[in-house]
């Protein structure tokens, strides 16, 4: 996916390319326009995030696993909504690491804090997941941002000691 990174190699228009798909797919079936979701992992998480910069106007809700947000000058984040995220990252990732950015994009901090600005979300919830497999040596805090004026929400999955993975699977 073309995100903008130094790494990813890539001149297409992955964001025009969606937006075709998305009213393709809409031209020749019965579908809820207003449901239509971003998700991906990894470089598709980077992805979800640029999509939710460049295609609110087609997609209801973004989420992001094990990926960042790509902040760059050619990305147009003026949309007149509200945009609705879902986020999870593990504090051990070592290929897109929680804490830092070995590519210019924003870290997690900084991504929740962007989104917190962009959708004003002043509420903050914090809370500990129950720890469903004991194995894994991995915890999860749900970190939650709302507002009082609005239902849109920004929730990161905070999962500790968890690398770069679909989080839930054996791989």
């Not at 809820?32 to 971003?38: F, G, H, K, P, T």
């Not at 087609?58 to 986020?87: H, W, Y």
């Not at 509420?123 to 991995?138: F, V």
Request: aromatic letters at 12%; hydrophobic letters at 35%; glycine letters at 8%.
């Amino acid at each position: 996916w073309n995100v903008g990174t130094s790494w990813d190699n890539n001149n297409h228009d992955d964001v025009g390319f969606t937006r075709v798909l998305i009213d393709s797919v809409a031209a020749q079936f019965i579908v809820d326009l207003d449901r239509v979701y971003a998700c991906g992992m990894s470089n598709g998480g980077y992805m979800a995030y640029e999509l939710a910069c460049e295609l609110a106007d087609k997609i209801a809700a973004f989420g992001s696993v094990t990926g960042n947000f790509m902040l760059n000058s050619t990305q147009s984040c003026m949309n007149e909504r509200l945009i609705p995220i879902i986020d999870l990252h593990g504090t051990g990732d070592q290929t897109v690491p929680y804490y830092s950015s070995f590519d210019g994009s924003l870290t997690i901090a900084q991504s929740i804090e962007y989104w917190r600005d962009f959708n004003e979300l002043t509420i903050e919830n914090i809370e500990s997941m129950p720890d469903i497999d004991l194995t894994d040596d991995t915890t999860v805090e749900k970190l939650t941002y709302s507002s009082e004026n609005h239902s849109t929400q920004f929730v990161h999955f905070k999962v500790i000691s968890g690398g770069h993975q679909w989080f839930g699977s054996t791989i």
